[in-house]
Structure formats: C-alpha cells, structure tokens
C-alpha cells in the first residue's frame, strides 16, 4: 500500500481585498484560498484572488487534471479568483466547484454566471452573454450544491 503525503498550502488569507506589496510579504496579500494535496488529488478551499496563481502551479505539473474547489460562502473575496483560474477554462482539466450555503433559494452555479457575465452580448457570440458558456459542452466543468453540513458526494 503505497502512503500519499498531504499538503497544505495558503495561497491567500487576506479578506475583503487583496492587498499584496511590501507590508504583506510575511503572509501574503491575496483572499482566501487553501491548497491541500493528497497524492494526485486536489482540494481547493475557497476561490479568492490566491487561485490565479495557484491555477498557473497546477499548469506545470501534469499529473493533476482533477481539481475540486468546495467554497465556505460566496463573498465576494471568497469567489473572485474563478474568472481568473485558468484550469477551470481548459479541457484537459476535469474542476468541480462545489458549496453548501445556498440552497435552496440559489445555486452555487447561478451566483458564478452572474459574476462572470460580461454583461455585452458580444463576448462570448452571438446569444451567449455568459463567459462561463462560450462553450456549450463543458463536461470538464461543474458546479454541485449539497445540504449545509452535508456531505458532498462527486457523481462519476
């Protein structure tokens, strides 16, 4: 049986705004965003303004193609690195983004559609004005809602 070592890393733990520069060298300047690695798994907790960097990590290294991103709460230092983490964008990355704070009145879909719309019919073509459907056939994405203080089960 071959042992997998974890890994935890930070790679952002400011709220409300990032703040990087020089007074936040020590710990960083970027919203909430967790890193934990278990041999070839990944689990990202939170989708703050750290996950752009840890996006272009996870392009380096080829064995990681399955990434699971479980949001606390969808504010908005919590869920703005989404547009800017370039994995979730590429086929060869299976990204499944998961939270429990919404339902039933929301989805942890809708409230990324409407943050990542662009707002100009052109973007994306003609009739889609959402950048998280420029592609129709996004089977390396996901968005999955759970109960609060369920668990959350990945569907094959």
Request: hydrophobic share 35%.
């Amino acid at each position: 049986m071959l042992k997998a070592s974890m890994r935890v890393r930070f790679w952002g733990v400011r709220g409300s705004i990032p703040c990087p520069g020089p007074s936040t060298i020590r710990y960083g300047g970027n919203t909430p965003c967790i890193e934990v690695r278990c041999g070839d798994h990944v689990l990202i907790f939170d989708a703050g303004t750290g996950l752009r960097s840890l996006g272009i990590e996870l392009l380096k290294d080829t064995s990681i193609r399955n990434v699971d991103i479980f949001i606390t709460h969808c504010h908005l230092d919590h869920v703005s690195g989404l547009p800017f983490f370039t994995p979730f964008f590429r086929k060869d990355f299976r990204v499944r983004v998961w939270a429990g704070n919404l339902k039933p009145s929301n989805s942890i879909e809708r409230v990324m559609r409407s943050l990542m719309s662009s707002g100009e019919p052109e973007a994306c073509g003609p009739g889609e004005h959402e950048l998280v459907r420029c592609d129709r056939a996004t089977p390396w994405r996901s968005f999955h809602d759970h109960e609060r203080h369920g668990v959350a089960r990945s569907q094959p």
